[in-house]
């Protein structure tokens, strides 16, 4: 992921239909740009997460977009994809580039800390994610965010950052505003009222407009 102005970062829905989330994620894509997806199955088995993998890289690639596994650094190297995203009770980001490789696009779960976040830049990570920004359905809150913490990464350090937790199209612009490279969604792009589509053709619009 290249540091431009900001871009929508993807994550799976908890529980999916791998074929028929396929076609849900094909349109979402097709709507507008899409910096990554990361794949995020929790509670299930390897061979269901591989079988995902299988169903959503084709359709990543063939757009052009980055499939991420989360936490798993073993099955993404196993499954072809494009590198991983831990968190700080997962797999070490040093185990993970060994696993990976140099290429692979790692990035690591920096909660609101500047330190973590300091920490995995210096030791070649190529994004730093804080969060949780705002409530969120899909995962209980123990770490929460401050909007100051984007500004102070965004005023000093190079290496891009994702705001996670809570995102949607109304609470999105003060993240923007203080310099969050990727805004990543979850619910409010796959259940949008009107569509996957029409959530990404929304984000894309508003962060061309901050």
């Known amino acids: 992921m290249s540091?431009?102005?900001c871009e929508l970062y993807l994550i799976t829905p908890p529980k999916i239909d791998?074929?028929?989330?396929?076609e849900d994620l094909a349109a979402a894509l097709d709507a507008g740009p899409v910096a990554c997806l990361q794949l995020r199955l929790k509670e299930v088995s390897d061979d269901e997460i591989k079988r995902a993998a299988e169903a959503l890289l084709p359709v990543?690639?063939?757009?052009?977009?980055?499939?991420?596994?989360?936490?798993?650094?073993?099955l993404a190297l196993l499954t072809g994809c494009d590198g991983a995203h831990v968190g700080?009770?997962?797999?070490?980001?040093?185990?993970?580039?060994?696993?990976?490789g140099d290429e692979a696009m790692i990035g690591v779960t920096c909660h609101n800390s500047i330190h973590l976040a300091m920490e995995a830049a210096e030791a070649g990570a190529d994004y730093v994610a804080f969060g949780a920004f705002y409530p969120t359905e899909t995962k209980e809150i123990i770490h929460?965010?401050?909007?100051?913490?984007?500004?102070t990464w965004a005023s000093f350090s190079t290496v891009p950052?994702?705001?996670?937790?809570?995102?949607?199209h109304d609470n999105a612009k003060p993240l923007i505003e203080a310099g969050?490279?990727?805004?990543?969604?979850?619910?409010?792009?796959?259940k949008h009222p009107e569509g996957p589509a029409a959530a990404v053709k929304a984000f894309n619009a508003l962060m061309a407009s901050t």
């Open 3 to 5: 540091k431009q102005s």
């Open 18 to 22: 791998p074929d028929a989330f396929a």
């Open 88 to 100: 700080q009770q997962d797999t070490p980001y040093e185990e993970a580039r060994r696993t990976l």
């Open 60 to 74: 990543c690639h063939e757009r052009g977009v980055p499939l991420l596994m989360n936490d798993r650094p073993d």
């Open 180 to 190: 969050a490279d990727f805004l990543c969604v979850i619910t409010a792009v796959w």
């Open 144 to 151: 929460h965010a401050e909007i100051e913490t984007l500004e």
């Open 161 to 168: 950052c994702v705001a996670i937790g809570g995102i949607n």
